[in-house]
């Protein structure tokens, strides 16, 4: 019993390395491919859906699927609503393991063709000199190595069923949640379903398991890869935890909704496997419940998705994104553009107000990174091109000539508010060399600069005295840097970095003096552009 034990777990080592080859190999194989398909073949819920089917089904990891698509939201570069399109088709990817092992791994001579295709495979791993053919080397060998540790899961399995009492597991009374259980604690183990699926599969073709067990422990198993999402998530931004709550929820809504119907959906698999001529094995047969219930999942869920993605989306709502929404940009204005003037007015002051809190934040808060202003500009970007897109909506044949340029300011101060936000990080560069020995000397002229700042920033409206005296500022410490650099007493590296610093910190000052010259467009359409300038307040 003792060697048994040891085979079936030396067995499922050999299975986790193999699949950890092959989908190493694989995306290593593919390079960029998969990164571009998964990127851009995803434009619809439907095309989604089949990105993650097929690269699933082609790295043999839903795993490896799964946290690249956390990745590309967590970097903006898929909505919710695309990710969640690749989650359900890396779902149906997933059970393209099940086939293998019931197609080529039970009730065939695996070692037939294991052992070539290693030899194969090791082969071009060790003399190909190109680093592709390697991987593809690599993924062969997984490949090998997948079908002999099954084969050894496969008679260890067979051993342990006859060493057993017949009775012992076909008999026993946990029922369906206890095997449900079993799949799910499996998965989380081995953090592979399609370990999880290989042991369930072969344990059924070996008779240790009866059909209806087994079915609930594949939907155990499913419900376990959700636990992949949920840890790569735990750090991640809030786009990335909802689309690990989708990821729970859609599997655990699929799998109650196939354990509820299980008597119907085996019924319907003992039809089909019947109708396609299949083997009559079990391990078939689980193979296309699996199947059956990822799809029929998908297929449930595809229409619901933007609606989904709208629910998921009041989850863990921080304060920047609340700022990041519209509140006055009502659609219905878009025909009566004299009338959307005044609510494009309200957004851009607090445009203006949020662009002031995050310059505010890098003055003033020692040791900030620039990752933890990241959320505070993305809200400024978000809310900027909100406004810059509902400008661009409204109807221009309807405008009269003053509106149409006092929208082309607003327009032009949203651009330089964008400029300013993004070059924000350059503030924290620049307070951060303050604390460099070598500029001591210059270390007075610094502080008034960064002074200058404050007062240029808090301020209310343009004033020429003040901008003037900071760029006096400006010239005057970028003189005396290119003399210490000159002279020896600052590195070239560091006083290059530090010039660029201070630059791109006059590039913001400018773009922020610009944009504090904007005045509502309702005030100019009144003809009072001077009492305009005492409504900007936020």
Same mark, same amino acid.
């Given at each position: 019993?003792?060697?048994?034990?040891?085979?079936?777990?030396?067995?499922?080592?050999?299975?986790?390395?193999?699949?950890?080859?092959?989908?190493?190999? %694989?995306?290593?194989?593919?390079? $960029?491919?998969?990164?571009?398909?998964?990127? $851009?073949?995803?434009?619809?819920?439907?095309?989604?859906?089949?990105?993650?089917?097929?690269?699933?089904?082609?790295?043999?990891?839903?795993?490896?699927?799964?946290?690249?698509?956390?990745?590309?939201?967590?970097?903006? +570069?898929?909505?919710?609503?695309?990710? +969640?399109?690749?989650?359900?088709?890396?779902?149906?990817?997933?059970?393209?393991?099940?086939?293998?092992?019931?197609?080529?791994?039970?009730?065939?001579?695996?070692?037939?063709?294991?052992?070539?295709?290693? =030899?194969?495979?090791?082969?071009?791993?060790?003399?190909?000199?190109?680093?592709?053919? !390697?991987?593809?080397?690599?993924?062969?060998?997984?490949?090998? %190595?997948?079908? %002999?540790? +099954?084969?050894?899961? !496969?008679?260890?399995?067979?051993?342990?069923?006859?060493?057993?009492?017949?009775?012992?597991?076909?008999?026993?009374?946990?029922? +369906?949640?206890?095997?449900?259980?079993?799949?799910?604690?499996?998965?989380?183990?081995?953090?592979?379903?399609?370990?999880?699926?290989?042991?369930?599969?072969?344990?059924?073709?070996?008779?240790?398991?009866?059909?209806?067990? &087994?079915?609930?422990?594949?939907?155990?198993?499913?419900?376990?890869?959700?636990?992949?999402?949920?840890?790569?998530?735990?750090?991640?931004?809030?786009?990335?935890?909802?689309?690990?709550?989708?990821?729970?929820?859609?599997?655990?809504?699929?799998?109650?909704?196939?354990?509820?119907?299980?008597?119907?959906?085996?019924?319907?698999?003992?039809? %089909?496997?019947?109708?396609?001529?299949?083997?009559?094995?079990?391990?078939?047969?689980?193979?296309?419940? $699996?199947?059956?219930?990822?799809?029929?999942?998908?297929?449930?869920?595809?229409?619901?998705?933007?609606?989904? &993605?709208?629910?998921?989306?009041?989850?863990?709502?921080?304060?920047?994104?609340?700022?990041?929404?519209?509140?006055?940009?009502?659609?219905?204005?878009?025909? =009566?553009?004299?009338?959307?003037?005044?609510?494009?007015?309200?957004?851009?002051?607090?445009?203006?107000?949020?662009?002031?809190?995050?310059?505010?934040? #890098?003055?003033?808060?020692?040791?900030?990174?620039?990752? *933890?202003?990241?959320? !505070?500009?993305? &809200? #400024?970007?978000?809310?900027?091109?909100?406004?810059?897109?509902?400008?661009?909506?409204?109807?221009?044949? !309807?405008?009269?000539?003053?509106?149409?340029?006092?929208?082309?300011?607003?327009?032009?101060? #949203?651009?330089?508010?964008?400029?300013?936000?993004?070059?924000?990080?350059?503030?924290?560069?620049?307070?951060?060399?303050?604390?460099?020995? *070598?500029?001591?000397?210059?270390?007075?002229?610094?502080?008034?600069?960064?002074?200058?700042?404050?007062?240029?920033?808090?301020?209310?409206?343009?004033?020429?005295?003040?901008?003037?005296?900071?760029?006096?500022?400006?010239?005057?410490?970028?003189?005396?840097?290119?003399?210490?650099?000159?002279?020896?007493?600052?590195?070239?590296?560091?006083?290059?970095?530090?010039?660029?610093?201070?630059?791109?910190?006059?590039?913001? #000052?400018?773009?922020?003096?610009?944009?504090?010259?904007?005045?509502?467009?309702?005030?100019?359409?009144?003809?009072?552009?001077?009492?305009?300038?005492?409504?900007?307040? =936020?």
């Amino acid at each position: 019993m003792t060697a048994t034990i040891f085979q079936i777990l030396g067995g499922l080592a050999l299975f986790l390395l193999a699949m950890e080859m092959m989908t190493n190999g %694989l995306k290593s194989a593919a390079g $960029h491919h998969l990164r571009h398909m998964l990127g $851009h073949w995803t434009k619809t819920p439907l095309r989604g859906l089949a990105s993650g089917f097929l690269i699933t089904g082609l790295v043999q990891s839903s795993g490896a699927v799964t946290v690249a698509t956390i990745g590309f939201v967590n970097a903006g +570069l898929l909505s919710l609503s695309q990710s +969640l399109g690749v989650i359900f088709g890396s779902n149906i990817g997933t059970t393209m393991t099940g086939w293998l092992v019931s197609l080529v791994g039970v009730g065939f001579n695996i070692e037939a063709i294991a052992l070539p295709i290693l =030899t194969v495979g090791v082969g071009l791993k060790l003399v190909s000199g190109s680093s592709r053919s !390697k991987a593809f080397g690599e993924a062969l060998a997984g490949f090998a %190595l997948f079908f %002999l540790g +099954l084969s050894i899961l !496969k008679s260890s399995l067979e051993s342990l069923t006859g060493g057993l009492d017949n009775g012992l597991l076909l008999q026993n009374g946990y029922g +369906l949640p206890a095997f449900m259980l079993i799949g799910f604690l499996a998965t989380v183990l081995t953090q592979s379903s399609s370990a999880a699926l290989a042991i369930v599969l072969t344990a059924a073709a070996g008779g240790l398991i009866p059909l209806d067990n &087994a079915a609930a422990a594949v939907i155990g198993a499913n419900l376990g890869s959700t636990s992949t999402a949920a840890i790569s998530a735990l750090k991640a931004t809030a786009n990335a935890r909802r689309l690990a709550i989708g990821h729970i929820l859609f599997n655990a809504v699929t799998g109650i909704i196939a354990l509820t119907i299980l008597p119907v959906m085996l019924w319907v698999v003992a039809l %089909l496997t019947k109708w396609l001529e299949l083997d009559a094995n079990i391990a078939v047969s689980l193979a296309l419940f $699996h199947t059956l219930f990822n799809v029929l999942g998908a297929f449930i869920m595809l229409p619901f998705i933007p609606r989904f &993605a709208r629910l998921l989306g009041r989850l863990f709502r921080s304060k920047e994104e609340d700022s990041a929404e519209p509140r006055f940009l009502d659609n219905t204005l878009v025909t =009566t553009p004299e009338l959307a003037v005044g609510a494009v007015d309200q957004e851009m002051k607090r445009l203006i107000g949020l662009t002031r809190g995050l310059l505010r934040v #890098c003055l003033d808060r020692e040791d900030l990174k620039p990752a *933890q202003i990241a959320p !505070k500009s993305d &809200a #400024c970007l978000s809310l900027n091109q909100s406004i810059a897109d509902y400008i661009s909506r409204l109807r221009a044949e !309807k405008m009269h000539s003053t509106t149409v340029d006092a929208l082309t300011r607003t327009i032009r101060t #949203c651009r330089y508010l964008a400029e300013a936000t993004a070059l924000a990080p350059a503030l924290l560069q620049l307070r951060e060399s303050r604390k460099m020995p *070598q500029l001591a000397p210059i270390s007075a002229d610094l502080e008034e600069y960064l002074a200058l700042l404050r007062s240029l920033v808090a301020a209310d409206e343009a004033v020429p005295e003040s901008f003037n005296r900071a760029e006096k500022t400006y010239h005057t410490l970028k003189s005396r840097m290119l003399a210490m650099i000159v002279r020896g007493e600052f590195s070239s590296i560091a006083g290059e970095r530090t010039l660029d610093s201070l630059s791109s910190v006059r590039r913001l #000052c400018d773009q922020w003096y610009k944009s504090l010259a904007w005045q509502p467009a309702t005030e100019l359409l009144n003809g009072t552009p001077q009492e305009a300038k005492s409504e900007n307040r =936020t």
